[in-house]
């Protein structure tokens, strides 16, 4: 099994910025993609950004040019750098960790983040 604790979310206004941390314990395979999922209110959920092991990213067009991911593997930690925030981003955000090898989702219990005009 594997246990994701996120920290960092919070009250921001519009165009600050805010930090999510997401820190991995447990049966972590060597090889995996750790990211951020994010659910607005009323709508579906939606992927904002993933980093494989290698250090490869994905992100969300909406999200482009103002979050950054990254990882400390040593760590088993992701963060999530999120600048010029919008009303738009107001969501809960999800840390996750796919393990590839075993085609397993481990999710984190969520983060409020609410962006106020």
């Known amino acids: 099994q594997v246990q994701l604790v996120e920290s960092g979310g919070g009250l921001v206004q519009t165009g600050g910025s805010l930090r999510l941390s997401c820190a991995a314990s447990g049966n972590i395979a060597r090889i995996n993609i750790m990211g951020w999922y994010r659910q607005p209110p009323r709508k579906e959920r939606e992927l904002v950004a993933s980093?494989?092991?290698?250090?490869?990213?994905n992100y969300a067009d909406s999200v482009k040019g103002r979050f950054t991911i990254a990882r400390d593997n040593a760590k088993n930690t992701v963060y999530l750098q999120m600048n010029s925030l919008k009303s738009d981003d107001t969501a809960v955000y999800y840390c996750y960790l796919r393990d590839i090898v075993r085609r397993t989702d481990y999710w984190g219990q969520g983060t409020q983040i609410t962006v106020s005009s």
């Open positions: 980093i494989i092991t290698g250090g490869a990213t």
